[in-house]
């Protein structure tokens, strides 16, 4: 069952006018599904998962591409960086615009290999899994859109109770988990995590103790959401601070985890400076920390936690997906008053809280934190399990998350 992409308006408007196109994101998103979805007549497929191809492109790149003639998709291209200056010469010779789409499942030392043979010639995009609009088959701009826009999605749409929410967060957003209901969703995360430790992970650096990897990826899953204390990560562990950044560095690389820097303004000695972290699918981040149902981990202390990190992954999703590029930060001073979420757009920003409570109370109380900053204020609110879109101020706004 093919379910439609937002990418696609971007695909296609990229591959009219790059000669390539590079879809990277974490495995099992969607990408070879999505790009031979869309091929037209005449453009092949070849993925380098096949090792007899995978051989012939490492060592003889030249005749690869005598046996396969652009226009083409090329799965996994990281298998072959090797390809990366004869995909260069094919474009400056053929002068043409969507020769090559190209997959990846990570861009750690791929994306060298782009910058240094294909600067200008690539267009970059991010796939990660379904967004909760690709699931209920409608699209988004990216958040938050106009009140105008936002009272016609209210009047539109159903409102979600919190037990479909967190029904949700528990599945994740994986397509073969939304697409196949009868799923070991248990065995399908964890054979995942075997896969992406063997493959994706061994591809980019030797880590000598996949145990101790696998221990540091569960407590950043148990950590999503929170500051990012790499001081005490690699206490825990026993290994060095720089052990643990370069760990983490593979998950952002990987796009399991999205990394949120502090705010930082004319009063940044005043401020928190240390990142927060967050798990990109909710689902694997649920199974890392060993919830076995929605209805446990909805009653749990990560509860709130992971709505959070649900909540600011489906934002990322609707700026990503229309090919924004998004400026997010949080805010954290050192009288530790907090805000989630700090959307930076023309020149304005716009302030978030998120909250798991159909009615949270003083939500908004640190909002006035960022009058001493010198920006422009603009809309913003509370995202909250509240059926209702209730304007709180002029400019704030109670925000169901069923509307994201």
């Not at 006018?17 to 990277?24: E, G, I």
């Not at 490492?58 to 004869?86: S, W």
């Not at 995360?189 to 996949?210: G, P």
Request: with cysteine; charged share 25%.
């Amino acid at each position: 069952m093919y379910i439609r992409r937002q990418w696609e308006d971007v695909i296609h408007k990229s591959s009219m006018t790059f000669p390539a196109l590079l879809l990277t994101g974490p495995r099992q998103s969607g990408k070879s599904t999505l790009l031979r979805h869309l091929a037209e007549e005449g453009r092949a497929y070849v993925t380098l998962d096949d090792p007899a191809i995978r051989e012939v492109a490492k060592t003889n790149p030249e005749l690869f591409f005598q046996r396969f003639d652009p226009p083409l998709i090329l799965d996994e291209v990281q298998y072959a960086p090797e390809l990366f200056p004869y995909i260069k010469m094919i474009i400056d010779e053929r002068n043409t615009n969507g020769l090559f789409w190209l997959t990846g499942s990570q861009i750690f030392e791929m994306m060298n290999n782009v910058q240094e043979s294909l600067a200008g010639r690539v267009s970059l995009l991010n796939l990660f899994g379904f967004s909760q609009a690709e699931k209920e088959k409608r699209t988004v701009l990216p958040f938050p859109p106009s009140i105008g826009e936002l009272k016609e999605a209210r009047k539109k749409l159903p409102m979600k109770s919190m037990d479909d929410v967190f029904e949700t967060i528990w599945q994740g957003s994986m397509p073969k988990v939304f697409t196949q209901p009868e799923i070991d969703i248990d065995n399908f995360y964890a054979s995942y995590v075997q896969t992406y430790l063997e493959r994706d992970v061994k591809l980019i650096t030797n880590i000598s103790d996949e145990g101790q990897f696998l221990r540091f990826i569960r407590l950043i899953a148990a950590r999503t959401a929170q500051e990012l204390n790499l001081t005490a990560l690699a206490r825990e562990l026993e290994v060095s601070g720089k052990t643990c950044r370069s760990w983490l560095d593979i998950l952002v690389a990987t796009g399991l985890v999205f990394e949120m820097p502090a705010y930082s303004g004319n009063l940044s000695d005043r401020l928190i400076k240390r990142p927060k972290i967050y798990f990109m699918d909710t689902g694997l981040a649920c199974n890392l920390t060993g919830w076995v149902n929605s209805k446990m981990l909805q009653n749990s202390t990560y509860s709130g936690a992971i709505f959070e990190t649900w909540a600011v992954s489906e934002i990322l999703k609707s700026w990503w997906f229309n090919g924004k590029i998004p400026r997010f930060n949080y805010y954290r001073d050192r009288q530790l008053k907090e805000i989630d979420l700090i959307i930076s757009r023309n020149q304005e920003l716009l302030p978030f809280e998120i909250k798991k409570s159909t009615s949270p109370a003083h939500a908004m109380k640190n909002f006035p934190a960022l009058e001493k900053l010198g920006q422009e204020i603009g809309i913003g609110g509370v995202l909250s399990m509240s059926t209702n879109l209730l304007p709180i101020s002029k400019k704030f706004w109670m925000i169901p998350v069923s509307l994201l």
